[in-house]
């Protein structure tokens, strides 16, 4: 006879499963364009966003939803590895989503999108501030991805860079994995033997500020009238 918390466990997987299902049938017959896409005016990355989320939920590359999703993230595929909309700001992120949606779908079918992959890592290691972006180890910068409109990396950016390049294959003695952990040291909000900045002492409670490369920068707003020192945010980056 089952224990109790066997029966719940058995029951919360059937849920599970039942409102995943649910969700991608709505995917299957409303969600998709015929092209493959979710949200087209949005870009590449929602569509690579949820066809990662297929995938992971047991599906394959084969599975028309799916292979209809893949099709259309390739013409955004550029010249420079990066796969990414003509003209956006955003190349980091929908790069880095393409990047990890496609590692995804090479977990279901080896080989076949490898290039694909390889490609997109290479890009967006070229959009880490490093020694070849003139920024030495001691920068703020250094490890950081961002906006290359805004000409300064921040930890959202950085931390979905992060997840490709893990995706792509880095492990923990890759040199661009190391300098990206630098720059998230220094947006933590402690001090450490990793980080020395002036405002990791403001506030050590272990949160993060959504940039260092600004000087702390949280990007999070304060009551008016009330200063930063008071009531800003600066685990926002958290």
């Known amino acids: 006879m089952p224990l109790y918390g066997e029966e719940t466990d058995v029951a919360a ?16 017959t409303q969600g998709q364009a015929s092209d493959g896409s979710y949200s087209a005016g949005s870009g590449p990355g929602v569509t690579a966003l949820i066809t990662t989320a297929i995938l992971r939920s047991g599906y ?15 013409t955004f595929i550029q010249k420079d590895g990066g796969i990414y909309a003509v003209g ?11 990047v ?5 779908a090479g977990q279901k079918q080896p080989g076949t999108f490898k290039s694909i992959v390889e490609s997109g890592d290479r890009f967006l290691k070229g959009l880490q501030y490093d020694e070849a972006s003139e920024r030495s180890p001691s920068n703020p910068f250094y490890g950081g991805a961002g906006y ?3 000409k300064r990396p921040d930890l959202s950016n950085t931390g979905i860079m992060i997840d490709a390049l893990v995706a792509a294959g880095a492990g923990p003695d890759d040199e661009s994995l190391r ?12 001090e450490t033997e990793h980080n020395d900045t002036k405002w990791s002492v403001k506030n050590p409670d272990g949160g993060f500020y ?3 490369a600004a000087g702390g920068s949280s990007q999070a707003k304060w009551p008016e009238g009330k200063s930063e020192e008071e009531h ?3 685990s926002y980056g958290s």
Do not use: W
Request: charged letters at 20%; proline letters at 3%; a positive charge.
């Open 100 to 104: 990890m949606c496609f590692a995804e």
């Open 148 to 150: 290359g409109k805004h």
């Open 179 to 190: 300098k990206a952990l630098i720059f998230v040291s220094r947006c933590q909000n402690l």
């Open 88 to 98: 956006s700001i955003y190349r980091n992120y929908e790069t880095s989503l393409a």
């Open 210 to 212: 959504y940039t260092g």
């Open 232 to 234: 800003g945010l600066r």
């Open 60 to 74: 394959t590359p084969q599975d028309p939803l799916v292979a209809r999703s893949l099709d259309y993230l390739r």
């Open 13 to 28: 997987k059937h849920l599970h499963q039942k409102i995943v299902q649910r969700g991608i049938g709505y995917l299957r």
